[in-house]
């Protein structure tokens, strides 16, 4: 399987990327997913109103479209986050927009949210046979702006709520014109007034997640999250990649557009989760960036994150990460 995982890793990105989970699938529908990689112990643990298996999820992304819930459920994950998805399908940036940097155990990926639209995942959701936690991270299409971009995440939303177990609202990818905008005062009080709206409407009673940027300010943060405890959100997830290449040993990849995971975001991203939490203590904070190893998992959980999330780590290390953190 080592060698398999190797051999992978000499395609480019995205084709790696189908390979990769195309395999699991089919090892999933053969029913040999264990013999590979065995399931971990369950650490069973109740949070947000959810059970869950145990604190380790998938990050958004990686599924975009919901087309692997179930292989990647097999894997032991507590939690497996779909999306980013968007109202309509699109097609993302134009390629090369993921470079992986295997050496510094990092990915400066620029995808711009490419998916194939809220419909199909929640096709996707409907079938699914993984009876874990499964939550559903919505977006705004590319072309969308001012209310008609808050539209399109109340669109995804009314049309998701019923078949997933929560919902994180993105306004921290990079690759999306103006998204991160809505950091901003005016703009994060409307989204969330409108998204509360929605949320009454059909007395959604889910935990619901806002998803943010590791690079906003002190004052920006602060703004944040007195908006999200003033809201009914039920805390946030910290956090998507950073526009900030500092980090980055490799000066070739410094210039790149796009966002930054893995190792150079783990210190910057737990920072976010100790600022979080001295700003507000009693939030709740799912933990993400650069996880790669078990002490990192634990770094997460000792910062206040109560539950972690990984992508990258997953990419480089493969699924015996899944093990691998929870031993
Ligand atoms: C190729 C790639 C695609 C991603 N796509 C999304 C996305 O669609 N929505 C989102 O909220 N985060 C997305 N992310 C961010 C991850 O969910 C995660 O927040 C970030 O990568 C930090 O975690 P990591 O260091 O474990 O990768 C993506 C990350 C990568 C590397």
Redesign the pocket.
């Known amino acids: 399987m080592n060698i398999l995982l190797k051999l992978i890793k000499v395609f480019p ?1 995205e084709l790696s ?1 189908t390979i990769a989970l195309n395999s699991l699938k089919i090892l999933y529908f053969l029913n040999l997913i264990h013999l590979f990689f065995p399931k971990p112990k369950t650490q069973k643990v109740s949070l947000f109103g959810m059970d869950l298996a145990n604190k380790l999820g998938i ?4 599924d ?1 479209n919901g087309d692997f819930i179930d292989p990647l459920g097999a894997l032991g994950f507590g939690f497996i ?1 779909v ?2 998805i968007t109202p309509l399908a699109q097609k993302g940036n134009p390629k090369p927009r ?1 470079f992986r940097i295997f050496n510094e155990n990092a ?1 400066i ?1 620029r ?1 711009g ?1 490419n ?1 194939k639209g809220v419909d199909h995942l929640v096709q996707k959701l409907k079938k699914r046979k993984f009876s874990g936690v499964v939550g559903v ?1 919505i ?1 705004a299409n590319k072309e969308s702006t001012g209310q008609d971009r808050i539209n399109d995440y109340l669109s995804c939303f009314r049309k998701v709520h019923e078949f997933c177990d929560y919902i ?1 609202v ?1 306004i ?2 990079p690759n999306t014109p103006n998204l991160r905008d809505l950091h901003q005062s005016d703009n994060l009080i409307d989204l969330l007034n409108a998204i509360e709206g929605e949320i009454k409407k059909v007395n959604f009673v889910k935990p619901i997640f806002l ?1 943010i940027s590791p690079d906003e300010s002190r004052e920006s943060l602060e703004f944040i999250i007195q908006a999200v405890d003033e809201s009914g959100f039920s805390g946030l ?1 910290a ?3 950073t526009i900030n290449k500092d980090n980055l040993q490799n000066s070739n990849y410094k210039e790149l557009t796009g ?1 930054l ?3 150079p ?2 210190n910057k ?1 737990t920072k976010t989760i100790i600022d979080i939490k001295n700003i507000s203590p009693n939030i709740g904070v799912i933990g ?4 790669m190893s078990r002490e990192d998992f634990h770094e997460k959980l000792n910062s206040g994150a109560c539950l972690v ?7 480089i290390h493969g699924p015996k990460i899944v093990n691998e953190l929870l031993k």
């Open positions: 990105p990327h990050a958004a992304g990686l975009k986050e999306g980013t993921i990915i990926n995808l949210f998916n991270n977006g994180t993105n921290s990818s998803k997830i956090t998507n990649t966002g995971s893995g190792k975001l783990m991203a993400v960036g650069g996880v999330q990984i992508y990258t780590g997953f990419i």
